[in-house]
């Protein structure tokens, strides 16, 4: 899968520079005695994404899983006032939390995603594709977020705080490739 991602971000971004790949499992959810949700990872379905930094302000979002959308761009001085509804507000409401929180994001990417879990967006991808792109965001521009900040950020977007949900992130949850 890795190889996947990779050949992927060399089609459409080019070979030049150096870039990172990076995989968070998917979260299942076993229910229990009394049905307690007990949370667990699949080791290998889940979402990987390949990421360069630009050194602009260009945010170019691609998803080999929606490919039909093509390369969404974003500018960072304006991805608060986006309003693209497709697959890429998932990423989009992460990088818009952390600079409402005051993290500084210097520079833009290039980022491509591919997912190998039941193609089920409004339940599964979502959470999982935030967590990825929380993990990214922090180790590219080097911030300082501990489990607590992940979990309020991964629940901070938009649609969650109109919906009140609660999301914890699971034990392992990356691996850099």
């Known amino acids: 899968m890795k190889e996947i991602v990779e050949e992927k971000f060399k089609e459409i971004f080019g070979t030049e520079g150096r870039f990172k790949t990076y995989f968070v499992p998917e979260r299942t959810e076993i229910i229990g005695d009394g049905d307690q949700k007990i949370p667990t990872t699949r080791r290998k379905k889940g979402v990987y994404a390949t990421i360069r930094k ?16 093509g390369i969404i761009s974003i500018s960072l001085d304006n991805v608060f006032n986006n309003e693209n509804n497709s697959w890429v507000k998932y990423p989009r409401e992460i990088v818009t939390s952390l600079k409402e929180k005051g993290y500084e994001l210097e520079h833009g990417f ?4 591919y997912e190998n879990i039941k193609k089920d967006i409004e339940t599964k991808l979502p959470p999982t594709l935030k967590e990825l792109t929380i993990i990214i965001l922090a180790d590219m521009f080097g911030l300082k977020l501990d489990n607590e900040e992940i979990i309020l950020l991964g629940t901070s977007t938009d649609e969650e705080r109109k919906e009140e949900k609660t999301y914890i992130p699971t034990g392992e949850k990356l691996q850099i490739l």
């Open 110 to 113: 290039d980022i491509v995603y």
């Open 54 to 69: 630009r050194e602009d302000q260009i945010l170019n979002f691609y998803s080999v899983d929606f490919s039909e959308a």
